[in-house]
């Protein structure tokens, strides 16, 4: 019987991640394909929602790096930040994937903290800003550490000769974190 269990427990191991992941994607795929034909009052074959979202966010892309789009699309932007509520949603949201995906990338600078004084113990985190022009803070640096199992974190301001700087990429730094460790590679290069 505890040859049954192991068995079943390890056939679980394997198939569990791989029907989560299937089961998102081919819900990403239905969502697109339902809501396509929704706006559009059109029938398209499945797969083709997604495929025109992938082409319509390329097209856009490519559209707003155009010089003659680029001040129009800086001005319209300009009057968004001034409508109360809808200002603190969009440059947030703006900001975050900035941080993730733009040419400024936020979390390329993963460090090591000491949190325990004495205990010795450590967190993982990414160095946000490593200046203050702030009286009593020209020693602090602001380090943002991402929650486990979810898209929150704190942001920390800590003394400098706290921070260790890790020569690894932000990427592996964020995929071991996100993982509760269980994942992501800590050696430096």
Same mark, same amino acid.
């Given at each position: 019987m505890k &040859? =049954? /269990?192991?068995? =079943? /427990?390890? $056939? !679980?191991? !394997?198939w569990i991640p791989i029907y989560i992941t299937v089961y998102i994607i081919f819900f990403i795929f239905s969502l697109f394909d339902r809501i396509i034909p929704a706006l559009f009052n059109v029938d398209l074959s499945p797969g083709v929602g997604i495929l025109i979202v992938i082409l319509f966010v390329t097209l856009s892309g490519a559209l707003t790096s155009l010089l003659l789009v680029k001040p129009a699309f800086s001005f319209l932007e300009h009057y968004v930040y001034k409508i109360p509520f809808i200002n603190i949603i969009y440059s947030s949201s703006k900001d975050v994937? $900035?941080?993730i995906v733009g040419d400024k990338k936020k979390f390329d600078h993963p460090v090591m903290v000491k949190t325990g004084g004495d205990a010795g113990t450590c967190? !993982? $985190?990414f160095v946000t800003r490593d200046e203050f022009n702030v009286k009593g803070m020209e020693d602090m640096v602001a380090v943002y550490f991402p929650h486990s199992y979810n898209i929150s974190g704190n942001v920390l301001f800590v003394p400098k000769q706290s921070v260790l700087p890790l020569? &690894?990429?932000g990427s592996e730094a964020m995929k071991f974190i996100v993982s509760a460790g269980m994942t992501g590679n800590l050696e430096e290069k």
């Open positions: &040859i =049954f /269990v192991r068995y =079943f /427990v390890q $056939g !679980l191991m !394997l994937v $900035g941080a967190r !993982l $985190g020569n &690894i990429t």
